[in-house]
């Protein structure tokens, strides 16, 4: 019924200097001359259709209009259906509706505003009743897609400046460090790729991105010494560096809109066996998340310069998440990395 491509509707998108479109559809040859000649007059842009055949090839066509004026009672299709059919349609769901009745009949008014027309015009009409109604509806959906298009633009300069200031935070993180430059970043690009191969949606992504940005956050918290340390720890200072996956947690769930932060900062070092920290959760206990970073974040470690080592060989990386496959990482998110590695022939994914 509806074509699919959008081409010709996005050639054909009106702009305020553009005259307004109406497509009107009435079996009453009388009104539809009638509106033809006030738009005609008022220097709109119309096509006045006779039936539902011709109504069918107009959308065929993709012909977007600003308006359709629809007639409630016509011999082979009602106005209502016509305008279940626009609000089925993706490129005319949008568009205003305003339904020509003769009659004085509530239930089909009430249905159709439920069904979603913008007015009804009483036949037979005025012409300065029609054209004020018109221009008033056209008026209300541009200032309405204005006033959308603002708030969209809003939205993305916040969420790129939220970003920014994450990234930002993430960078100071890891500049504590002398030996892991760009470990939460990449940790977040681990993480997104393993997501998405898991079938994570893209807003999904977006927010386990965030959290790998963030995971390791509550190492703020941990003095330089200890984070810098170059030969062994001591128990005394493993057991401050455990604590920054309970510090990140507390940090970020002061941020209520965005709870899921804190999942991978407080339980990206459990392990699948339930041998890992902070409270020793074991499989699916974990959240899926903080499995995915735990993966994302093993795998950084070992392909990273550290005081005590250079990047590991490839193969010993891939070696040790098969080893680990099923006790420290999730079998299903394992899998996923070893896939990763396997197509990394040139062991592109590693510290610079």
Same mark, same amino acid.
């Given at each position: ?39 005609? =007059?008022?220097?709109? !842009?119309? #096509?006045? %259709? ?11 066509? $993709?012909? /977007? ?69 018109? =221009?008033?509806?056209? !008026?209300? #959906?541009? %200032? ?11 939205? $993305?300069? /916040? ?92 940090? /970020? ?100």
């Amino acid at each position: 019924m509806f074509a699919s491509g959008h081409s010709a509707i996005l050639r054909q998108g009106w702009d305020m200097e553009m005259k307004e479109r109406i497509v009107v559809v009435d079996d009453d040859i009388m009104s539809l001359k009638i509106a033809r000649r006030v738009f005609d =007059r008022a220097g709109m !842009e119309g #096509r006045y %259709l006779s039936s539902g055949d011709e109504f069918s090839t107009c959308l065929e066509e $993709e012909y /977007l209009p600003d308006l359709f004026l629809l007639d409630v009672h016509m011999p082979d299709v009602s106005g209502l259906e016509l305008l279940r059919r626009l609000r089925a349609a993706p490129a005319y769901r949008n568009i205003p509706v305003i339904f020509l009745t003769g009659d004085e009949d509530v239930k089909t008014e009430s249905a159709g505003l439920q069904a979603g027309a913008s007015d009804f015009i009483r036949k037979p009409f005025s012409a300065e009743v029609l054209l004020k109604r018109v =221009r008033n509806t056209i !008026e209300l #959906r541009r %200032l309405h897609n204005d006033m959308a298009e603002e708030i969209r633009v809003k939205t $993305e300069k /916040l969420s790129h400046a939220y970003i920014q200031i994450v990234q930002a935070l993430a960078a100071s993180v890891d500049a504590k460090d002398k030996y892991t430059h760009g470990h939460s970043s990449r940790v977040a690009a681990y993480a997104r790729e393993i997501a998405g191969r898991a079938g994570y949606s893209e807003v999904e992504l977006d927010s386990i991105y965030m959290m790998g940005l963030l995971h390791d956050v509550g190492k703020i918290g941990i003095p330089d010494a200890i984070i810098n340390k170059a030969g062994r720890l001591t128990d005394e200072e493993y057991a401050a560096i455990k604590m920054h996956s309970s510090v990140g947690a507390d940090i /970020l769930k002061k941020i209520t809109d965005f709870p899921e932060l804190a999942i991978g900062a407080r339980w990206h070092h459990e392990r699948f066996d339930g041998l890992g920290y902070p409270d020793g959760l074991c499989g699916t206990e974990i959240p899926e998340t903080a499995r995915i970073i735990a993966v994302a974040d093993t795998y950084d470690a070992m392909t990273s310069n550290r005081s005590y080592r250079s990047v590991m060989p490839q193969e010993a990386v891939r070696a040790e998440f098969i080893r680990c496959r099923g006790k420290q990482f999730d079998p299903r998110f394992a899998d996923i990395m070893i896939q990763m590695i396997d197509e990394d022939t040139d062991y592109q994914m590693k510290e610079d």
